[in-house]
């Protein structure tokens, strides 16, 4: 915090003693500004310019294009998890209308938006129970690194919070959810036992994922049910691993006329 403060002291100390101004000038006396401090930079020199700075029109406009990157990342920044570096839960509504919208334009009933909650097995006993808090948080970044080998540029992928995370996909192949599911869920185990191997030698910890799909207009009807079956098709697959071609895997795509069998689970676990 003081170097940020030292930072923009220095910008601000900076502008009020140049005779002109250029873009590489304001370039080279902003650099490492955070967003935040951009902000409030650029805002203290067009005051100063409203009340007679003698800078060119076109120095004007640099300014307020530069502020307004700088608020828009700002807001990215305010939606980034600090520890994985993913998305956090304010980016899936924003995500998902655009998603949504994308697909009812392509109007083609082969292709839907998905989502799937993530969760890590055993997390609490073989990471931080066993190996301590900071184990615990590499555990969680080599998921999300997991997540993002797994998918595609176009995903949006979240933390929700402690060890659950959520992929929402862009519009799917309806054929292909079993194969992402499985895919999905082998890297990302894959993924974490190989960054344990290579960064924490001779430590061993037995986690996993689960991953639980729903489907938008297969069987959600919104963002709220798609992840309320995502995260019951995920409990399901928990406790009811499968046996695949790439191993036995903690996979379950939403299954309506499951949906009994989900309650009860629910229920026994106080869920309602």
């Known amino acids: 915090m003081k170097e940020e403060m030292r930072l923009l002291s220095r910008a601000l100390e900076s502008w009020q003693s140049l005779s002109g101004a250029d873009y590489e000038t304001l370039d080279s006396i902003t650099e490492g500004l955070n967003p935040h401090d951009y902000q409030r930079f650029a805002l203290e020199a067009l005051v100063d310019i409203a009340k007679g700075r003698n800078v060119s029109d076109d120095i004007v406009t640099y300014l307020k294009e530069k502020a307004e990157g700088a608020v828009d990342e700002s807001e990215r920044l305010c939606s980034i998890d600090e520890l994985t570096g993913l998305q956090n ?149 928990k406790r009811n691993p499968v046996s695949t071609s790439l191993g036995l895997l903690n996979i379950h795509i939403f299954d309506p006329l499951l949906s009994a069998e989900y309650v009860k689970r629910d229920t026994r676990r106080g869920r309602t």
């Open 89 to 237: 839960r304010g980016a899936l509504s924003r995500e998902f209308e655009y998603y949504q919208a994308a697909s009812e334009k392509a109007d083609d009933d082969s292709f839907y938006v998905g989502m799937t909650v993530i969760d890590v097995n055993r997390f609490k006993e073989e990471a931080n129970d066993k190996h301590g808090h900071s184990f615990g948080d590499d555990v969680l970044r080599y998921v999300a690194e997991g997540m993002r080998e797994s998918t595609r540029v176009g995903d949006t992928l979240v933390r929700l919070s402690g060890d659950e995370f959520v992929i929402l996909y862009e519009p799917l192949p309806y054929e292909a959810a079993f194969d992402v599911l499985m895919y999905t869920a082998d890297t990302i185990n894959s993924y974490i036992q190989k960054r344990i191997q290579l960064e924490h030698p001779g430590k061993e910890a037995d986690v996993c994922v689960s991953i639980g799909m729903s489907r938008l207009a297969v069987d959600a009807a919104d963002l709220p049910q798609l992840m309320k079956h995502a995260d019951e098709a995920m409990y399901h697959a």
